[in-house]
């Protein structure tokens, strides 16, 4: 039997780290951070324990770049979704509604994820992650700043405390009220994007995060 080409290695390489990709989402939206262990994650993923390590120097850099693979696909997805728009405007009503639907649907990954970001090791520079900011940087410069170098990190960190605030245990603001100031403050129409009461119940949300986890390369966005 001949060995294995170095791209179908690398291929399988890829794919073993998607599967653990999904597997961290999934369970840390069950059970939280704490309870859930590497070893958890390695055999929802069907992978050897020790592959974990190959990839990610920690449990804790593992869900962050879980999460920011989550959020950017749940931001591309919106931006792309039909009818797909060049407006600058409707594509950042879009972006607000995607990060702030996260919040909504999926709050215990989305709370363990901001609690993360307070650790010591802060953001992790991951592919997840800068892939992420691209499209965020995009989306202010389509609605037309004049300084994204300025305008991206405001807009990232509003958008990260609207999130927080909207997940504080006790006291969270609901996600209406978050959206009409963010919208507010950028001129945008709250008929724009998803309005909250065009989206599904929570309850109803599709489980089935594969699609963000693909197997398969994706182009990247021109």
Not at 126 to 152: F, K
Not at 162 to 170: F, R
Request: net charge negative.
């Amino acid at each position: 039997m001949s060995p294995r080409s170095a791209s179908v290695n690398e291929e399988l390489r890829r794919r073993s780290r998607e599967r653990l990709l999904q597997a961290a989402v999934e369970l840390v939206g069950e059970r939280g951070f704490e309870a859930t262990t590497l070893g958890d994650i390695a055999d929802r993923a069907g992978s050897a324990r020790g592959l974990v390590s190959y990839y990610f120097p920690g449990k804790r850099q593992l869900v962050q770049s879980a999460v920011h693979r989550l959020m950017h696909r749940t931001l591309e997805e919106a931006l792309e979704r039909e009818p797909r728009t060049d407006d600058g405007r409707e594509r950042l009503a879009r972006a607000v509604d995607a990060i702030l639907g996260l919040a909504r649907a999926r709050p215990v990954l989305m709370r363990q994820h901001m609690a993360g970001l307070l650790h010591a090791e802060g953001f992790v520079q991951c592919p997840e992650q800068r892939r992420l900011a691209e499209l965020l940087s995009d989306t202010v410069a389509r609605y037309g700043a004049q300084n994204v170098s300025a305008d991206y990190p405001m807009l990232r960190s509003l958008l990260m405390g609207a999130v927080y605030s909207a997940l504080v245990p006790g006291v969270p603001m609901p996600v209406p009220v978050l959206r009409a100031e963010l919208f507010q403050r950028y001129g945008l129409d709250w008929e724009m994007g998803a309005p909250p009461e065009s989206e599904p119940d929570a309850k109803a949300e599709d489980d089935d995060l594969s699609r963000f986890f693909a197997t398969e390369e994706r182009p990247s966005s021109p």
